[in-house]
């Protein structure tokens, strides 16, 4: 469903602990936004999820919380991409939302006045590129996919950008 997306896993500062929830970061100011730096924003544009995943406390991981059962989440994921394959049936060299070329995301991602409003401004606020903006619409086409949704809400669009965390400015600052 999510094609090809690139799959990168960094720490964000030389230390390893930058917005760690129980370590300090030991590393001299500047560091961390030097060491963020080197990740150059056209390899950042070709990367559609990234977030940021910090440690998760003990008290969290053995409490006894009743999530979503993964059987249910399976489910989800095998009918959205049933309806992507449904999209794409009469494209052979295109199955998933990440596949899209410009023509087709100008078809089956359309947004309505206040998802248009929400993506204008975070493009920018953020300062987003173009490739970032065709990411975006691709990732909220596939969370609408995941909520059984024919149309791109704010909310799929609201979703998608946050998981732009390496493109907020000032991040890692």
Excluded at 28 to 43: D, Q, R
Excluded at 48 to 75: C, H, M, Y
Excluded at 124 to 149: E, F, M, P
Aim: net charge positive.
């Amino acid at each position: 469903m999510f094609g090809s997306i690139g799959k990168k896993a960094t720490h964000l500062c030389p230390c390893g602990f930058y917005n760690h929830p129980e370590k300090e970061c030991t590393c001299a100011p500047g560091a961390v936004h030097k060491y963020l730096n080197k990740i150059s924003g056209p390899l950042l544009d070709r990367i559609d999820l990234q977030v940021e995943v910090t440690p998760v406390p003990f008290s969290e991981l053995s409490a006894q919380k009743n999530g979503e059962p993964s059987a249910a989440i399976r489910e989800r994921v095998i009918q959205a991409r049933a309806i992507q394959m449904e999209r794409y049936k009469n494209n052979t060299a295109v199955y998933c939302n990440a596949q899209m070329n410009s023509r087709q995301l100008k078809e089956v991602c359309v947004l309505n006045m206040a998802g248009q409003t929400l993506l204008k401004t975070a493009m920018n606020k953020l300062n987003l590129s173009a490739r970032a903006y065709d990411r975006i619409l691709k990732v909220s086409r596939t969370i609408a996919d995941l909520a059984g949704s024919e149309c791109i809400l704010q909310e799929h669009v609201a979703e998608a950008i946050t998981y732009r965390n390496l493109d907020r400015e000032g991040w890692g600052a």
